[in-house]
C-alpha cells in the first residue's frame, strides 16, 4: 500500500490529453512538500520528468506539465504520442515517516 | 555529463550478505545527498536509504532498518549499500540516484541499476 495513491492504468488515443493524479495527505504533499514526477520504461531506470510540482527539466517537452492543490497533484500529457506509454510514478516527502515516498506507478497505454 | 554505475548484485541465499557500490562520476559528488531506490521485478519504486554530503544524516526504510547499512566515500565518488541478513523480499533491482534538494528534493539522476535476487 503506497502513500501516494496513484491509478494503476489510464489510457488514451493518439493526441488526445489525459491526466494522472497522485493523491496523499497532509504529512506529504499537503505538508506541504514538492512532488515531482517520473518516467520508467522498462526495464530502464526512472527519469525525472517534472519537479518540483510543474517544472520541466531540460529537454522534457512541454506537451508535460504538472500541477498540486492542496494534498493531491496531477500529470498532465496533450497530444499523445505513442512513445509516451511508460509507467509514471509521483514522488514527495512524508514529515511523520520521516522517509521518501512514491506513488505505485500508472502504467499509460496509447490506444 | 553526469553518470551513475551499480555493482555488486547477484544471486544470494536468505540470510548472506551483500554489499552494492555506485561509481558516480561527471559532478561533485560530497556537494550531494544520495539515495538507494528498489524496484521489486514488476512492482513500484520503493525508497530504501539516504545518506547527506557528509554522512551525518542517514536514513532508512522500516523494511530495511537494522539489516542494510548506507554509507560513502567522497574520496572515491562513490556510494555503497551492505545488505546483511536478506530476505527473499528483498529481491530488487537497486538504483542509486542523486537528489537535488532536501528534503522534498528530486532524484534528478539514476544509475541503471544491479539486480539482487534472494533465493536459496
Known amino acids: 500500500q503506497s502513500v501516494l495513491t496513484q491509478p494503476p492504468s489510464v489510457s488514451g488515443a493518439p493526441g488526445q490529453r489525459i491526466t494522472i493524479s497522485c493523491t496523499g495527505s497532509?504529512?506529504?504533499?499537503?505538508?506541504?512538500?514538492?512532488v515531482h514526477w517520473y518516467r520508467q520504461l522498462s526495464p530502464t531506470a526512472p527519469k525525472l520528468l517534472i519537479y518540483?510540482?510543474?517544472n520541466r527539466p531540460s529537454g522534457v517537452p512541454d506537451r508535460f506539465s504538472g500541477s498540486k492543490s492542496g494534498t493531491s497533484a496531477s500529470l498532465a500529457i496533450t497530444g499523445l504520442q505513442a512513445d509516451d506509454e511508460a509507467d509514471y510514478y509521483c514522488?514527495?516527502?512524508?514529515?511523520?515517516?520521516?522517509?521518501?515516498?512514491f506513488g505505485g506507478g500508472t502504467k499509460l497505454t496509447v490506444l | 555529463e553526469v553518470q551513475l554505475v551499480e555493482s555488486g548484485g547477484g544471486l544470494v541465499q536468505p540470510g548472506r550478505s551483500l554489499r552494492l557500490s555506485c561509481a558516480t562520476s561527471?559532478?561533485?559528488?560530497?556537494?550531494?545527498?544520495m539515495h538507494w531506490v528498489r524496484q521489486a521485478p514488476g512492482k513500484g519504486l520503493e525508497w530504501v536509504s539516504g545518506?547527506?554530503?557528509?554522512?551525518?544524516?542517514?536514513d532508512y526504510a522500516d523494511s530495511v532498518r537494522g539489516r542494510f547499512t548506507i554509507s560513502r566515500n567522497n574520496a572515491k565518488n562513490s556510494l555503497y549499500l551492505q545488505m546483511n541478513s536478506l530476505r527473499p523480499e528483498d529481491t530488487a533491482f537497486y538504483y542509486c540516484?542523486?537528489?537535488?534538494?532536501?528534503?522534498?528534493?528530486?532524484?534528478?539522476?539514476w544509475g541503471q541499476g544491479t539486480l539482487v535476487t534472494v533465493s536459496a
Open positions: 518540483a510540482n510543474s
Open positions: 561527471g559532478f561533485r559528488f560530497d556537494d550531494y545527498a
Open positions: 497532509r504529512s506529504n504533499i499537503g505538508a506541504p512538500y514538492d
Open positions: 514522488q514527495s516527502y512524508d514529515s511523520s515517516l520521516s522517509t521518501w515516498v
Open positions: 540516484a542523486r537528489i537535488l534538494g532536501y528534503p522534498a528534493g528530486n532524484f534528478d539522476y
Open positions: 545518506i547527506d554530503w557528509n554522512s551525518e544524516n542517514i
